[in-house]
C-alpha cells in the first residue's frame, strides 16, 4: 500500500505542476499536451502582430473597383478591394483607421462614409492613387476676408516632392510659421498622418547638394553640432525638458541656416540633414514632454523630410516612434499602431534588434489603449526577445536607453490599461531594478503608474510609498507630462484621503504646490 499510495502523490504532484503552468505572454493555464510555453491564441497573435497588410497595386486597375471609386461608394470599394486584394476586415480596419464593425456595416450598405477627413484617411490608408478618386467638395460659403482653411499648410503637403527645398519649408513651419500656417497644419494634422507615413515609406528623395558659393561646411562642425543635440537630449533624460524647447529651436535655426548658406557635397549635405532630422525629432519630443500637444507634429513631419533626405531609414523611424507616442497619448491609439509597424517592417532587415524592440513597445502600447489583449502582449513579448539579443553595431547611437527596464516598464503601462493591475505591479517591480539610474524621468513616469497600479490592486500602503517615491523626483524635474501623471496619481488618492498612508501623500504634495 505504501508503494502505491507514493505513485499516486507523485501522479497528483505532475498533475498540479501541470496545472499551474501559464502561458508567458497573456498568463493564461496552459493544457498539459501543450509542450510550448505560450497559449495557441498568442502563439498566432505573435505572428499576426509582425504582418502589415498591403493593397496589391493590380487591383487598381480592376474596372470595377475604379467604378466604385468613381461615384464614391466607398462600401462597395471597400468590399471589391478587400477580396481583390485576398485581404481580411482586420487588414482593412489597420490600414484606414475605421474599426472593422464600421467596416461591415458600411460593405453591407448599413452605414457610409461621409465625413471628408474619414474619408481622405481611407483613400491614403489603403493607397488609392490619386487619380481614381476627385473629392469634389461643394465650397462652404466663407467671409471675405478669411480663406478657408486649406488640406495641408503649403509646402508641408505630403503628397509634393521630397526636396530639400520642402524640407526647409517644414522647418520654417515648425520653427518659425506664420499663425496661418501653424494653424493650416495642425487642422490637417489627423488627417495629414496618413498621408505623411505612406509618402515617407513610398517616396524617392532628390540628392541633397549644394555647390553655392558659401563656405564649405567642415565635418568638425558637424560633429560639434550632433553633440550639442546628443547633449540636448542627455540633459531631457536626466531633468526633463524644461527649457529645452527653446534651445532645440535655436539649433534646428541654426541647422536651417547652414542648410541655405553653406556648401556640401552629397555625402556632406546627407549627414546635415540626418543631424536636422535628430534635431527636429527631439525638439518636437521637447515641446511635447512640456504639455504642448498639437505642436510636436510640425517637427516630427520635418524630421521625417530630413530623415529622407538623410537616406537613414532609422532617423524616420524615430521620428514615427515619437509620433506613436503622441497618438497613443492624445486618444489615437491607432495612429500608434500605424506609424510604429510601418516603422517595423521598414527597419526590421537592418539588423537593429533595439530600434525594432522600442518600436514594438509603441505598437504595443496602441494595441493596449485599443484593449487589444492578445496583440499586445505579443509585441512585447517579441520586443523583450530582442531586447535580450543586445544592442548591434547597426542600431543608432541615439537609441542608448533601450533596456530591459524600459521593455517592463512599458509592459507594466500595458498591463495598466488592459486592466491588469497585478501584473503591471510586477512588471514596474522589474523596471526598477533595470532601469538606468541617471534616467530620472522615465523611473518617475514608470513609478507613478505603479502607485497607480497598487492602488488599484488594493495595496495603498505600498501605493503611498511609491506615491512618496515619485514625489522625491517630482521636486527635481522639469516635465509637464511627468505632472499631469503625479497629477492623476494624486487624484487617485483623493476617494481613500482618510487613510493616513494617503494622508501623508496628499498633504505633502500640497506644500511642494504651495512653496513652487
Partial sequence: MGRWAARAAQGEARVLQQAQRRCDRCGCSLSQYNTDTLCAACARSRTWVRHTPTVPGTVWFDPDVRSALAVWDFGRASRLIRLRGGLRQEDMAQLTGLSQAFLSMMES?????????????????????????????????????????????????????????????????AVGGSAMDRRRFLTASGVALTAFVNAWDTTEAEPLRRAAGGSRLTHELLDGLQGATDSLRTMDASDGS?????????????????????????????????????????????????????????????????????????????????????????????????????????????????????????????????????????????????????RSEHDPHWLYWINEGEIHGQAGSCYLDLGDPGRAVAAFAKARDALNPADHRTRGLFLSRAATAHVEQGDLEAGCATAHEVLDLAAKLQSARFDNHVTSMINQLQPVAHSPYAQDVLERRIAMTAGS
Fill in 109 to 173: 450598405g448599413r452605414r457610409r462614409l461621409t465625413n471628408i477627413d474619414k474619408i481622405i484617411e481611407f483613400l491614403t490608408g489603403l493607397g488609392v492613387p490619386a487619380d481614381l478618386v476627385s473629392l469634389p467638395i461643394a465650397p462652404t460659403p466663407v467671409p471675405a476676408v478669411e480663406e478657408p482653411p486649406a488640406q495641408f499648410a503649403g509646402d508641408t503637403d505630403p503628397t509634393l516632392p521630397w526636396t530639400g527645398a520642402r524640407m526647409v519649408a517644414a522647418l520654417d513651419t
Fill in 242 to 390: 524644461g527649457t529645452l524647447a527653446s534651445l532645440g529651436n535655436r539649433h534646428l535655426q541654426f541647422l536651417k541656416h547652414l542648410l541655405e548658406e553653406t556648401s556640401y557635397d552629397e555625402a556632406t549635405g546627407r549627414r546635415l540633414a540626418a543631424i536636422i532630422a535628430d534635431t527636429a525629432t527631439q525638439t518636437g519630443w521637447f515641446v511635447f514632454d512640456s504639455g504642448d500637444r498639437d505642436r510636436p507634429l510640425s517637427y516630427l513631419y520635418a524630421a521625417l523630410r530630413a530623415a529622407k533626405a538623410s537616406q537613414d531609414v532609422r532617423l524616420g523611424a524615430g521620428a514615427l516612434s515619437y509620433i506613436a507616442i503622441h497618438g497613443y497619448s492624445t486618444g489615437a491609439p491607432h495612429h500608434a499602431v500605424t506609424a510604429a509597424q510601418r516603422a517595423q517592417e521598414k527597419i526590421k532587415r537592418l539588423g537593429t534588434p533595439a530600434l525594432e524592440a522600442m518600436l514594438l513597445t509603441r505598437q504595443a502600447r496602441g494595441h493596449a489603449k485599443l484593449g487589444e489583449r492578445q496583440a499586445a502582449l505579443a509585441a512585447l513579448g517579441r520586443a523583450a526577445e530582442l531586447c535580450a539579443q543586445g
